[in-house]
């Protein structure tokens, strides 16, 4: 279903988790300043593109670390896909929400890179989604996001670590109205500089596709996770779960939903 629409992602959507993942001065003087606004969006899949980002980098099973030395991270998203609607010009006019899931955003930590596209995608099992979904009934207060949050834990050694802090959706700086207004406006204008690219050639370069796939942003990290990088056989845990009917515990599986993989090396792939 997501091969043929793009993957985009928000940089910077939940406060402390750029700067706790060393990206913030990435940004440079581009840097967004005002208080708790995303700094942009970014492409992690670009169907039929000519570049690295054509690759489909979304798996559900298995996480495979870079062919090369790396720091990697888990970034516990939400994972929204939205329906597209272009104007007779082909810009987009407005976006629906139709689904959430689950979603790691897995990201590589490494200075020199010229685009945040370039820490987002390395091999076909580069990211993390839920085999579930949980349909929309309406993006605003009062629908069924509003009680729903979420985590992320990593197995390593046999005993469980919390990687991303338990966090609200509604703690997501922008959400719902706001949030769609302010990603129509960077799908269309958004400007190729510093880590950013400009979104609406990405629309183009993929014939303008009916869907796009966002991961809203990734929660802070706890200690474990701001100081510890993924290694072969540690299991992700990405979970999404309604506060109203029960814990983040992975063992009790009822009422969430979880994108849980096995991380291996390239050369186990």
């Known amino acids: ?50 570049s690295f980002l054509a690759l489909y980098p979304v798996g559900d099973e298995k996480l495979e670390l870079p062919s090369y030395e790396a720091n990697v991270q888990v ?56 085999k579930e979904w949980i349909e929309i009934d309406k993006f605003e207060e009062g629908g069924v996001m509003d009680n729903f949050h979420l985590c992320s834990f990593v197995k390593r050694n046999g005993v469980l670590y919390e990687y991303g802090v338990d966090t609200p959706l509604l703690s997501y700086s922008y959400f719902y109205k706001k949030l769609e207004n302010w990603l129509v406006e960077k799908m269309n204008n958004q400007k190729d500089r510093g880590q950013l690219e400009n ?31 993924l290694k072969s056989n540690d299991e992700i845990y990405v979970i999404v ?5 029960g814990s983040a515990d992975i063992k009790a599986a009822e009422n969430k939903i979880i994108s849980h993989q096995k991380v291996v090396s390239t050369a186990m792939g």
Not at 34 to 42: D, L, M, N, R, T
Not at 241 to 245: A, I, N, P, T
Request: hydrophobic share 35%; net charge positive; aromatic share 12%.
């Open 241 to 245: 779960y309604d506060k109203r009917k």
């Open 199 to 229: 979104i609406a050639k990405h629309l183009e370069a993929c014939n303008y596709p009916k869907q796009a796939f966002i991961c809203i942003g990734a929660t802070a990290y706890s200690e474990f996770g701001e100081k510890n990088y």
């Open 1 to 50: 279903m997501l091969k043929n629409s793009i993957g985009l992602g928000i940089a910077g959507n939940i406060a402390e988790h750029l700067e706790q993942a060393g990206e913030l001065k990435n940004f440079g003087e581009t840097v967004i300043k005002k208080e708790s606004a995303p700094q942009g969006i970014f492409p992690f899949y670009v169907p039929h593109s000519k």
């Open 75 to 130: 970034e516990s998203e939400v994972g929204i896909l939205f329906d597209i609607i272009y104007d007779k010009d082909f810009k987009v006019k407005n976006i629906n929400a139709k689904k959430f899931t689950a979603f790691n955003d897995c990201s590589i930590r490494k200075e020199g890179a010229e685009k945040l596209s370039e820490k987002k995608s390395w091999s076909a099992n580069s990211k993390g989604i839920a």
